[in-house]
C-alpha cells in the first residue's frame, strides 16, 4: 500500500552550540552546528521512520539554507515546497550551556528567511497531497508568514488532511507572553491532534496544577486528539471518548533536545495511514508507547536531528 505524506511547515534553523558548558558565548572555544526548528525535526522524524515526509518553509540563499537542504535530502525529505530567500538570510541561534544545565538562545532573526515566507509562494499542489499537516506556532509571530500559515492550513484542510499542532512555545521570540497566548489560541480550533508539553499546558492555562482538568480547559469541540507530554512521566492523553496515561521508558539521557518532535512525529507515522487510532484507545496506546520509546532513544544522544531513531531501534528498545 502506498504511504501516505506528511507535510510540516515552518522555521528550520541551525543551532551553534559551544563545545563546552559554564563559558560565555565569546568564551567558547568551538562551536557545534545542530540543525533544527521543531517542524523540521518533525519532518526528519518522520522520514527517519519510513514516512513519507515533506518540509515546507523559506530558507536563505546562504551556505546554512544549503546546508539544511541538503541534510533534509539526506534524509529522503521532500523539499518541494522550500524556497530560497535571495535578499535573507538563514535563521541561526547561538546557545549558551550554562553550568547549571540550562540553555540560553541569541536569536538572529530580524528577520530570518524563514519569516519572510509568502502566502503566493506556498507550493498548493504539495499542500493538498498532505493526509496530515503538521506546524507549530513560531511562524505566526509576524506577517508576511502568518498569511502564508494560516493560508497553508486551510489548503490542507479543504484537500482533507488532518491538521497537527505542537505550539512549540519558545517565549523570548514572542514580542509579549500575552500575544504568545492570544496566537497560540487563534488557531487552536483548526487543530484535530494536538500536543502539548507540561510547560505550555501551564502557560496556556495560567494554572500550575497539571491534571486532567487543567488538560481538558483546553479541549475544543472539534478536536480529536490532545496529547501533554510529561518527559520522564510518559504521556496522557484525550479524546472525546477516553482518557488516560502511558508510561515512558527508561533511559540514561544525556540531551532532551527534539525529544518532543521525535514523539510527535511517531505518532503522525501510526496515525497517517490508520485513523482508528484515533478512535480505538487499544491501539492508541499501542501508538503512543511507540512515541514514548521513540521520544526516550532521542534524549540518549546530543542533539536533535542526529538522534531521531529508526523504526528498527524503537522496536529494538520496545522488545527490551
Ligand atoms: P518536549 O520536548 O515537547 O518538552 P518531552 O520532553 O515531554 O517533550 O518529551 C517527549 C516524550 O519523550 C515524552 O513524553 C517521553 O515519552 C519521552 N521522553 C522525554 N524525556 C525523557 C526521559 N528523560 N526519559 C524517557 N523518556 C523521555
Redesign the pocket.
Known amino acids: 500500500t502506498p504511504k501516505d505524506l506528511i507535510v510540516s511547515f515552518g522555521e528550520m534553523l541551525i543551532d551553534f552550540v559551544p563545545t563546552v558548558s559554564g563559558v560565555s558565548l565569546a568564551e567558547a572555544p568551538g562551536f557545534l552546528k545542530a540543525p533544527g526548528g521543531a517542524p523540521a525535526n518533525v519532518a526528519i522524524a518522520v522520514s527517519r521512520l519510513g514516512g513519507k515526509s515533506a518540509f515546507v518553509g523559506k530558507l536563505g540563499d546562504d551556505e546554512f539554507g544549503h546546508m539544511l537542504v541538503s541534510i533534509l535530502e539526506d534524509n529522503a525529505v521532500v523539499t518541494d515546497g522550500i524556497l530560497y530567500d535571495p535578499a535573507a538570510r538563514t535563521a541561526l541561534a547561538f546557545v549558551t550551556l550554562r553550568s547549571d544545565g540550562d540553555r540560553e538562545f541569541m536569536f538572529y532573526r530580524n528577520p530570518s528567511a524563514d519569516m519572510l515566507l509568502k502566502e503566493s509562494e506556498l507550493n498548493l499542489d504539495l499542500l493538498k497531497t498532505a493526509k496530515i499537516f503538521h506546524y507549530g506556532s513560531i511562524s505566526l509571530i509576524t506577517e508576511p508568514c502568518r498569511s502564508a500559515h494560516l493560508k497553508a492550513m486551510e489548503v490542507a484542510k479543504e484537500a482533507g488532511a488532518l491538521l497537527s499542532y ?1 505550539p ?1 512555545l519558545r517565549l523570548p521570540l514572542w514580542p509579549s507572553p500575552e500575544d504568545a497566548r492570544d496566537q497560540i489560541m487563534s488557531i487552536w480550533e483548526s487543530a484535530d491532534i494536538i ?6 499546558l501551564e502557560f496556556l492555562t495560567g494554572n500550575d496544577t497539571i491534571d486532567d482538568q487543567s488538560a481538558l480547559s483546553l479541549w475544543h469541540p472539534g478536536l480529536k486528539l490532545l ?1 501533554v ?7 496522557r492523553y484525550y479524546t472525546k471518548d477516553f482518557h488516560g496515561a ?1 508510561d ?4 540514561k ?1 544525556v540531551d ?9 512525529g511517531a505518532l503522525l507515522c501510526k496515525i497517517v495511514n490508520d485513523h482508528s487510532v484515533l478512535e480505538d484507545e487499544i491501539q492508541l496506546r499501542e501508538a ?1 508507547k511507540f ?6 532513544i ?2 540518549t544522544k546530543k542533539g536533535a536531528i542526529p538522534a531521531l531513531p529508526t523504526e528498527s531501534e524503537v522496536l529494538e528498545l520496545i522488545q527490551g
Open positions: 505542537d512549540n500536543k502539548v508539553s507540561d510547560v505550555e496529547l507530554t510529561l518527559g520522564e512521566k510518559g504521556c502511558v515512558a521508558f527508561k533511559v539521557a532532551t533536545t527534539g525529544a518532543g518532535d521525535s514523539f510527535v503512543l512515541a514514548n520509546a521513540c521520544g526516550a532521542t534524549t
